[in-house]
């Protein structure tokens, strides 16, 4: 599959709630990290230092814009939103805040907030809602 759709993402590098939001080029380093409910776009290089070993630790709930590219032995924390075409080659530790440019910095504290597509408590908040608002006797099962 990752042929026909561009991804090049090795096995556990993700936590859970990894969201591709479509297809295109995606090229991860095995050594890379990137915590839960990530949210990625095409066209980007998460890759390590020239030792092939130092690679980026991201956290959990980071969006990760079209064409950003993040390098190194770098640590990213929670929160975090990354910019379309960023280059990110150094550590951010402040937790809700985006980040962009060519070397990226601190824009403002928006974060990552409203990008990602469904965190755990309001997924599985609309989940339960629409479970109680669904009528059985409704409910046309395909084969």
Excluded: W
């Excluded at 990625?40 to 890759?47: D, K, L, R, S, V």
């Excluded at 032995?73 to 809700?96: C, P, Q």
């Excluded at 070397?103 to 974060?111: D, E, F, L, V, W």
């Amino acid at each position: 599959m990752s042929i026909h759709l561009g991804f090049t993402i090795p096995l556990n590098v993700f936590g859970p709630g990894l969201c591709i939001a479509h297809r295109g080029t995606i090229i991860i380093n095995k050594n890379v990290r990137v915590g839960e409910n990530c949210r990625i776009h095409a066209c980007t290089n998460i890759g390590s230092n020239r030792d092939e070993t130092s690679a980026p630790q991201i956290g959990n709930n980071v969006y990760i814009g079209p064409g950003a590219k993040i390098f190194g032995n770098i640590t990213i924390a929670d929160d975090i939103a990354i910019g379309a075409n960023s280059v990110v080659n150094k550590s951010f530790y402040e937790k809700g805040i985006s980040i962009a440019g060519v070397p990226a910095k601190k824009i403002n504290n928006k974060g990552s907030n409203g990008t990602l597509t469904a965190n755990k408590e309001s997924f599985h908040s609309n989940v339960s809602n629409l479970a109680v608002k669904v009528d059985p006797s409704q409910v046309t099962v395909l084969k």
